[in-house]
């Protein structure tokens, strides 16, 4: 035994130790595309599962599509120019198939019009990192479609002027951005079409100029749709990210759930009455840290499900209603909300103001920013406009135009019922004397007027079918209420 031991150990420290090897190709003017695609498909089949095929070189005015097979652990780091010219007429620049690869674009460029510059047919990651850039053109183009994985890193540029910049149909498809910058001009800058499909952003810049179009709607920067219409979509924007709608749509939208958290900012500046909100989830909203929401002129929020308030702050301000941030459309003015990011968990239905604070900020600027803080032992919101920053103590926070103040008795409690209703309403106060009621449709126009007692009943029968807010009015204070007419 001791002898086949010392034969083992002296046979291992004899043979030398493998090491992967890196094969080099360099795209030359003078190559055809189908040179380049023969020559570089041998060496990508000789490489072991750790080697690697390193691109360099540069073509221009590429005629014809470059199709790869990429089987197995190989990889590519693409660093070339490979661009194609006015007339091409290929669906994709490059098709990548096979399955469980992966190319990696570093530092090289893909320049393409009227088609994709990367379409991926199978399981192949793909990776967008130093200062690679991907700039797409013409009829449909989208800088990267597949159905895997896709990650955005360091100084990274993917732009499309007319398809979506990341498209995944992947059930499982997971798109990660943690740097770089992701636009698009007329459509999504990422979409994915999954079940299951995430998409996680926590560092970069991604937005779009998209326009609301009156018969297809608004678009979005980043969504996550299902079209089995599932719940298990995810978006998740934190650490320094921002996602910005430059034009008329939504900034975040998803089947599943959306998340907020860091100091990563969520903006959007859509005028149009019907523009899609800054977030829009089916299946819950979350806000966490110092994350900030921003809605220009359109709705910050809408959910379907549960909203979750555990910190940051949201702006609402313009000629619309947001149903969730600034649910009373009285007065164009600037709106900032504060949240105690240590008040824990607080349904957007069951919300006191000793969790939720509102402050009025005149000519609200475009940089402002505000949060819940705690100075000179008091507690309040901390806000910077422009120039002039200042701090407001939470019992001077109030909204004089809109009658509202902080409520700090948790006793108070305003029901109304039954929610949807065909046209009867009744308001109960638990223990507050209600004083009026005012109903408002979306868009800010007042509908029903009334002066009632606990109790009491009023009728918005005669108004239309759809949603509208009872401001209802107590001697301590205003509720708001969302209701559903059908």
Same mark, same amino acid.
Request: net charge negative.
């Given at each position: 035994?001791?002898k086949?031991?010392?034969?083992?150990?002296?046979?291992?420290?004899?043979?030398?130790?493998t090491?992967?090897?890196?094969?080099?190709?360099?795209?030359?003017?003078?190559?055809?595309?189908?040179? !380049?695609?023969?020559? #570089?498909?041998?060496?990508?089949?000789?490489?072991? +599962?750790?080697?690697?095929?390193?691109?360099?070189?540069?073509?221009?005015?590429?005629?014809f599509?470059?199709?790869?097979?990429?089987?197995?652990?190989?990889?590519?780091?693409?660093? $070339?120019?490979?661009?194609?010219?006015?007339?091409?007429?290929e669906?994709? #620049?490059i098709?990548?198939? +096979?399955?469980?690869?992966?190319?990696?674009?570093?530092?090289g460029?893909?320049?393409?019009?009227?088609?994709?510059?990367?379409?991926?047919k199978?399981?192949?990651?793909v990776?967008?990192?130093?200062?690679?850039?991907?700039?797409?053109?013409?009829?449909?183009?989208?800088?990267?479609t597949?159905?895997?994985?896709?990650?955005?890193?360091?100084?990274?540029?993917?732009?499309?002027?007319?398809?979506e910049?990341?498209?995944?149909? *992947?059930?499982?498809?997971?798109?990660?951005?943690?740097? +770089?910058?992701?636009? $698009?001009?007329?459509e999504?800058?990422?979409?994915?079409?999954?079940k299951d499909a995430?998409i996680?952003? *926590?560092?970069?810049?991604?937005y779009?100029?998209?326009?609301?179009?009156p018969?297809l709607?608004?678009?979005h920067?980043? &969504? %996550?749709?299902d079209?089995?219409?599932?719940?298990?979509? #995810? !978006?998740?924007?934190?650490g320094?990210?921002?996602?910005?709608?430059?034009?008329?749509?939504? $900034?975040? %939208?998803?089947?599943?759930?959306v998340?907020?958290s860091?100091?990563?900012?969520?903006l959007?500046?859509?005028?149009?009455?019907n523009?899609?909100a800054?977030?829009?989830?089916?299946?819950?909203v979350?806000?966490?840290?110092?994350a900030?929401?921003?809605?220009?002129?359109?709705?910050?929020?809408?959910?379907h499900?549960?909203?979750?308030?555990?910190?940051?702050?949201?702006?609402?301000y313009?000629s619309?209603?947001s149903?969730?941030?600034?649910?009373?459309?009285? &007065?164009?003015?600037?709106?900032?909300?504060?949240?105690?990011?240590?008040?824990?968990?607080?349904?957007?239905?069951?919300?006191?103001?000793?969790?939720?604070?509102?402050?009025r900020?005149?000519?609200?600027?475009?940089?402002?920013?505000?949060?819940w803080?705690?100075?000179?032992?008091? %507690?309040?919101? $901390?806000?910077?406009?422009?120039?002039?920053?200042?701090f407001?103590?939470?019992?001077?926070?109030?909204?004089?135009?809109?009658?509202v103040?902080?409520?700090?008795?948790?006793?108070?409690?305003?029901?109304v &019922?039954p929610?949807?209703t065909?046209?009867?309403?009744?308001?109960? *106060?638990?223990?507050?004397k209600?004083?009026s009621v005012?109903?408002y449709?979306v868009?800010?126009?007042?509908?029903?007027?009334?002066?009632?007692?606990?109790h009491?009943?009023?009728?918005? *029968?005669?108004?239309?079918?759809?949603?509208?807010?009872?401001?209802?009015?107590?001697?301590?204070?205003?509720?708001v209420?969302?209701?559903?007419?059908?």
């Amino acid at each position: 035994m001791k002898k086949f031991l010392i034969t083992f150990l002296t046979l291992f420290l004899v043979l030398p130790i493998t090491r992967a090897d890196n094969f080099y190709f360099e795209i030359k003017q003078e190559h055809t595309v189908s040179q !380049i695609q023969t020559e #570089l498909q041998v060496l990508i089949d000789a490489t072991g +599962g750790n080697d690697t095929v390193f691109v360099t070189g540069s073509k221009t005015n590429v005629e014809f599509g470059l199709e790869l097979c990429v089987i197995g652990d190989r990889t590519i780091v693409w660093q $070339a120019h490979y661009q194609s010219n006015n007339k091409f007429k290929e669906k994709n #620049l490059i098709s990548l198939t +096979g399955g469980y690869g992966t190319f990696i674009l570093e530092d090289g460029t893909l320049i393409t019009e009227n088609a994709n510059a990367i379409n991926v047919k199978n399981r192949i990651y793909v990776e967008v990192r130093g200062n690679g850039k991907i700039e797409t053109s013409g009829d449909g183009a989208h800088a990267i479609t597949t159905i895997s994985y896709v990650t955005i890193k360091d100084n990274a540029q993917l732009s499309s002027t007319t398809g979506e910049t990341i498209e995944s149909k *992947s059930d499982e498809a997971i798109v990660r951005v943690t740097g +770089g910058t992701i636009s $698009a001009t007329s459509e999504n800058a990422i979409i994915t079409r999954g079940k299951d499909a995430q998409i996680l952003i *926590s560092g970069g810049y991604v937005y779009n100029d998209a326009h609301y179009d009156p018969v297809l709607g608004g678009l979005h920067v980043v &969504y %996550a749709l299902d079209e089995e219409h599932g719940k298990n979509t #995810l !978006i998740h924007v934190s650490g320094n990210a921002i996602v910005e709608a430059k034009g008329m749509g939504g $900034a975040l %939208a998803s089947y599943g759930s959306v998340k907020v958290s860091g100091n990563a900012k969520v903006l959007s500046r859509g005028n149009e009455a019907n523009a899609p909100a800054t977030i829009d989830a089916e299946g819950g909203v979350e806000l966490y840290d110092n994350a900030m929401i921003k809605a220009r002129y359109n709705r910050a929020i809408i959910s379907h499900y549960a909203i979750f308030f555990k910190g940051g702050v949201v702006f609402a301000y313009g000629s619309n209603i947001s149903d969730i941030v600034n649910p009373v459309p009285l &007065y164009r003015i600037s709106v900032a909300l504060a949240w105690n990011k240590d008040a824990g968990n607080t349904l957007y239905e069951r919300f006191s103001t000793n969790d939720i604070f509102v402050y009025r900020i005149e000519h609200l600027e475009d940089n402002a920013t505000a949060h819940w803080d705690f100075i000179g032992g008091k %507690a309040g919101i $901390a806000y910077a406009n422009g120039t002039n920053t200042g701090f407001i103590p939470i019992e001077e926070v109030t909204i004089e135009g809109m009658g509202v103040k902080p409520i700090t008795n948790y006793e108070l409690r305003i029901t109304v &019922y039954p929610n949807p209703t065909t046209g009867e309403l009744y308001i109960q *106060s638990s223990k507050f004397k209600v004083q009026s009621v005012e109903v408002y449709d979306v868009y800010g126009r007042k509908c029903h007027v009334s002066r009632v007692t606990c109790h009491e009943n009023i009728d918005i *029968s005669n108004l239309s079918n759809g949603i509208y807010f009872v401001k209802v009015h107590t001697e301590d204070g205003v509720v708001v209420k969302k209701v559903i007419k059908h």
